[in-house]
C-alpha cells in the first residue's frame, strides 16, 4: 500500500483496534490466474497471529490458497473533504481515511479450531444480553450447519497501516475541517472529525 511518511500508523496497539473495530474485511487473492475477493468478517486471534474466519463452500475462492500470499483490507471511517473549506481558492478537494492491510498465507481450519473461531465471531457480534448462542443449538443441527463452510485462518506475516488527516496542513485549516465535518450526521464525517481533532491537538501541544 502506498503510505506517505507522515500518514503512516507505527503504533500497533492502535492499528489491531482498526481491526477489532471496522472487522468485516475485503480478503484478496488470485483464483484461476485473476483477481478474486471476498467480503467477510475476519477475527483476531487473541495473540494477534491470526486472522480467522470461513468460506461459504460454493465459494470457490478457498480451492487454490494454499502458498499464496492474500491481502485483507480493512476499512475505518473515510469521508471527502471539500477544498471550499478552506481560508483560500488556491486548493484542490481530497479523501481523509483509515485503513489497514494485513498480508499473510491461509491454512484451511477444521473440527474444533474452526467452531472455536464460529462461537468467537458469534460472541463478537451479537449483543452481551443476546439470548441467542451457538451452545444452545443442537449439535446435530450445528455439525450438518458446519458441513456447508470452509474454515481458515491466516498467518499474519505484515501488516500495514495508514490514516489520512490532512496532517500535513495547518492548524487552522484543521479547525476549519473539522468544523464542517461536525455539522454532517454521517457517522463517518463524526469519526473523522473526532481523529483529525487528535491530529490538531498534537500539532498544537507542538508549538
Not at 470461513?54 to 477544498?83: M, R, T
Not at 484451511?108 to 479450531?113: H, N, Q, R, S
Amino acid at each position: 500500500m502506498y503510505i506517505p511518511k507522515q500518514f503512516e500508523i507505527k503504533d500497533e496497539k492502535v492499528i489491531y483496534e482498526i481491526i477489532e473495530k471496522n472487522s468485516f474485511a475485503t480478503l484478496f487473492s488470485q483464483h484461476k490466474g485473476h483477481p478474486y475477493a471476498t467480503h467477510l468478517p475476519l477475527i483476531l486471534d487473541n495473540e494477534k497471529k491470526y486472522l480467522y474466519s470461513h468460506f461459504a463452500k460454493p465459494n470457490k475462492q478457498w480451492e487454490d490458497l494454499a502458498e499464496q500470499e492474500v491481502l485483507a483490507v480493512f476499512q475505518g471511517p473515510h469521508c471527502y473533504i471539500s477544498s471550499s473549506w478552506y481560508e483560500t481558492n488556491k486548493a484542490v478537494p481530497t479523501w481523509n481515511y483509515v485503513a489497514v492491510h494485513v498480508y499473510g498465507k491461509v491454512e484451511i481450519i477444521d473440527g474444533k479450531e474452526m467452531m472455536d473461531s464460529l462461537h468467537q465471531i458469534v460472541l463478537k457480534y451479537e449483543e452481551p444480553n443476546s439470548s441467542y448462542q451457538l451452545d444452545d443449538l443442537d449439535g446435530r443441527f450445528l455439525e450438518g450447519q458446519a458441513k456447508g463452510i470452509v474454515g481458515f485462518k491466516i498467518n499474519i506475516e505484515k501488516i500495514e497501516g495508514t490514516a489520512k488527516l490532512s496532517q500535513h496542513h495547518s492548524a487552522e485549516r484543521l479547525k476549519l475541517v473539522i468544523s464542517q465535518l461536525e455539522k454532517s450526521t454521517r457517522e463517518n464525517e463524526q469519526e473523522i472529525a473526532a481523529q483529525m481533532k487528535t491530529v490538531l491537538k498534537k500539532k498544537t501541544l507542538k508549538k
